[in-house]
């Protein structure tokens, strides 16, 4: 009886990984959601909808693209981890919705809800002063704010973002007393900075392209080597005295942690075919957003690296992040 029961039991396994493979192999047979953390039409969105409508003719299915922003991502990532782990919800985030501790995730390993599918962009931030201080360079806004101890601010779209903690670094690099103007998303913040109440801003490019364009801003550095037609051309923040002052942002695609491999290994693979199409690079090279691709454990290996260094200049400033 025993060893009846025990057959049984073995069958009922052997039937249920039978099915998971095929399961596997068949996928994608219906839509897949792909959720961003953050409102339509902002520079991810932009990004995402259209790394969307390329993979999904990769891989021969509609992708969703759902928009929920707020929260540092919080909100998306809960879709996320409530969805199955079968590849038919995808996350889509920025590296600081990962990579940054928030109050609403502390105590848990995010990376571990996650399963890394594939690195999608990566793109420096620019570093631009207001045209009402005399200063055209990094060296110079060094020494202007040496010279006006707590005078000089920066805004950013919020307490513990990467723009903050990019002030943060500065901050401390250059051994000055800068104040922080936290604000409530990134474009009231371009609006203060081309009149001059904000005096400098750690941003992504697609942001700032209109203000430097129209002269309101000037950009001093970047935060890290870009190809970008404009972009390329602006001097490196750590070969202007602050050497350890480099970063980047990225975007990065994500799978529920749970997700078989032969998915993830089919979404990577489509994901490297969809980012050598030159429609990408055409429509947002100029903005300095360069695609890259890599595997499942680069991601995951970037998304360790990025979170080591900025826990550490969380901690090291002193920053309540929310």
């Known amino acids: ?53 390329l993979l999904g003719d990769e891989l021969g ?25 079968d590849g038919y919800t995808l ?16 105590g848990k390993d995010v990376l571990g809800l996650l399963a890394p599918v594939a690195q999608i962009t990566q793109s420096p931030h620019v570093l631009v002063v207001s045209n009402t ?32 903690l990019g002030m943060e670094m500065f901050k401390h690099e250059a051994q000055v007393d800068v104040v922080h103007v936290p604000y409530r998303g990134t474009s009231q913040v371009i609006v203060d900075l081309a009149a001059g109440q904000i005096h400098a801003l750690f941003s992504s490019m697609p942001s700032l392209q209109p203000v430097i364009q129209d002269n309101k801003v000037t950009a001093v550095g970047m935060t890290g080597p870009s190809k970008g037609s404009y972009t390329s051309s602006l001097p490196l923040i750590s070969e202007q005295g602050l050497p350890n002052l480099e ?34 690079d055409a429509k947002f090279e100029p903005q300095g957003v360069e695609f890259v691709s890599g595997t499942p454990d680069d991601l995951k290996a970037l998304v360790i690296k990025d979170s ?14 929310m």
């Not at 039937?15 to 953050?38: K, V």
């Not at 080591?308 to 992040?321: F, G, S, V, Y």
């Open 91 to 106: 996350l889509l985030p920025a590296s600081g919705n990962i990579t940054i501790p928030s109050k609403a995730m502390e």
């Open 247 to 280: 970063y980047t942002t990225w975007y990065g695609l994500f799978a529920k942690a749970g997700t078989p491999d032969e998915i993830i290994e089919r979404l990577n693979q489509a994901t490297r075919k969809v980012i050598q199409n030159p429609e990408l």
């Open 133 to 164: 201080l005399p200063v055209r360079s990094v060296p110079e806004l060094i020494e202007y704010a040496r010279q006006h101890p707590g005078e000089v601010n920066f805004g950013s779209a919020g307490v513990g973002g990467i723009a903050h």
């Open 1 to 53: 009886m025993m060893k009846k029961q025990w057959l049984i039991g073995l069958g009922v396994v052997a039937m249920s990984l039978a099915s998971f493979g095929s399961q596997a192999s068949t996928y994608p047979d219906r839509p897949i959601r792909l959720i961003i953390p953050f409102a339509a039409g902002g520079p991810a969105d932009l990004v995402g909808r259209e790394y969307a409508k």
């Open 61 to 85: 299915q509609t992708i969703v693209v759902v928009n929920s922003g707020g929260g540092n991502g919080v909100p998306a990532l809960n879709q996320l981890i409530s969805a199955p782990a």
């Open 308 to 321: 080591q260094k900025w826990a550490e200049l969380i901690d090291e400033a002193k920053i309540e992040i």
